[in-house]
Structure formats: C-alpha cells, structure tokens
C-alpha cells in the first residue's frame, strides 16, 4: 500500500513562529501536493511539487513555501505563523493523472 | 472562480436506502472526476473515479454518473450503511494532474 506520513497528527504553535510540516511518501512518486481543508471551504491547494526541487503555486501560497530535495519529501513552511493558519494541513502523493491522489493522515495546526 | 461545485452542504438519509451526492463542474477540459471520503481526523481516501469518456462507473455498492452535456456528475451509494457517513469531495482532473476538489457534502446515514 502506498503510505503518505506526516510528521504531526496536531500541533499548536505561537504567531510569528517558524512552522515546518512535513510529508514522506514511500511509492516514488513523482508528483506531491499541500492542501488545506478548513470548514465550508473544502479543500484548497497550496502548492505542488512536479519533481524533485521543482514547486508550483497552487490557490492560496501567500504565507508559505515549500521544500522538495528528495523525491520522497515535500515540507511546507509556514514563515511566520498567523492565527489565520489554524486548519488542517494535508499532504498527498500522486503517480499520474487519473490515478487520484493517495492523501496522509494530516495536520491539525493551531496558531495561538 | 469555483471550477467544481457541491451544492448541498449535507444530506441525510436512512440505512438501507439511496444516498445521491451531486457535483457540478465548469472546466470543461476535465480528464477525469473522481471522489473521495473523509472522516473527521484523517485525510481523505479514493472512492471512486470516472473518465470523462465514460457516462457510468461502477464498483460495488457505489456507482458514479457522469453527464457531459449537463456538466454534472453524481455518486449512487446503495444501499446507505451507517459506516458510510462522512464528508463526500468530488474532484477534476484534468492535464495538470492537479486535483481541483468541491466545498464536500456530508453524509449522515441513519441507523
């Protein structure tokens, strides 16, 4: 089975800290993704990655960057945590279009 | 400009009956649609998906519709279980490979 691991099922950090998620797919895949889930908004998309130190911008990048230096690893980096971030943080891994996305188990992160 | 759209925030009905969750979509380069489950506290899992060469999928209890001309799809779950409450996204797809999912439809099936 394809697994998609996030380092932290919850965190709670401080406005203005540093934040780093991160994210370990096990199924070389090429292609990852960072989205956000918050309530009535769904799921939107932060940024992707195509490759290895490849990244795109999704929907919604402002107060982000993300990393990719090995296949295997996407993190995503809040730079300076706001309140406005509080949500569940969620990573997926994908081989290709049509396949879907195979999702981790996310990242309930609360800026305090 | 919301690309896919589930209009109904919820929806709620008895075991052993029906469930038919709908999705609207406004991309028409689209390759693909696709849906998936999500319990509270984990991230969201594959249901089931449809090319958009294709009118009808099916797998199981769940079985996917798909019409073009109406740009709409919807997904059957029959018949409903308790297990299968949860919240419902309905996705795109198209070259990119990105994903563009709905707001979701939470489903509360009743014992």
């Known amino acids: 089975d394809v697994k998609v691991t996030q380092s932290s099922r919850y965190l709670v950090k401080r406005t203005g800290e540093k934040v780093f998620l991160e994210c370990v797919q096990d199924?070389?895949?090429?292609?990852m993704f960072w989205y956000r889930q918050d309530p009535g908004l769904g799921l939107r998309l932060i940024y992707f990655?195509?490759?290895?130190?490849?990244?795109e911008k999704g929907d919604i990048p402002e107060g982000y960057s993300v990393s990719r230096e090995k296949k295997e690893r996407f993190s995503l980096i809040l730079e300076s945590a706001s309140t406005n971030q509080t949500s569940m943080y969620l990573c997926?891994?994908?081989?290709?279009?049509?396949?879907?996305?195979?999702f981790g188990s996310g990242t309930r992160l609360t800026v305090v | 400009d919301q690309q896919v759209k589930q209009n109904s925030p919820s929806l709620s009905v008895q075991e052993g009956r029906i469930s038919i969750l709908n999705c609207d979509y406004t991309?028409?380069?689209?390759?693909?649609f696709l849906w998936y489950k999500k319990y509270p506290a984990e991230g969201p899992t594959f249901l089931i998906s449809?090319?958009?060469?294709?009118d009808k999928n099916e797998d199981g209890r769940f079985t996917v519709f798909l019409n073009k001309s109406a740009k709409h799809l919807s997904l059957h779950i029959v018949p409903s279980q308790p297990g299968d409450s949860a919240v419902y996204f309905c996705?795109?797809?198209?070259?990119?490979?990105?994903?563009?999912f709905g707001k979701g439809t939470k489903l509360t099936v009743n014992p």
């Open positions: 199924m070389d895949h090429e292609n």
């Open positions: 991309n028409s380069m689209f390759d693909y």
């Open positions: 449809i090319s958009s060469i294709k």
């Open positions: 990655s195509y490759d290895v130190k490849m990244k």
């Open positions: 996705a795109g797809q198209g070259g990119s490979e990105k994903l563009v």
């Open positions: 997926a891994s994908s081989t290709g279009t049509g396949y879907g996305y195979t």
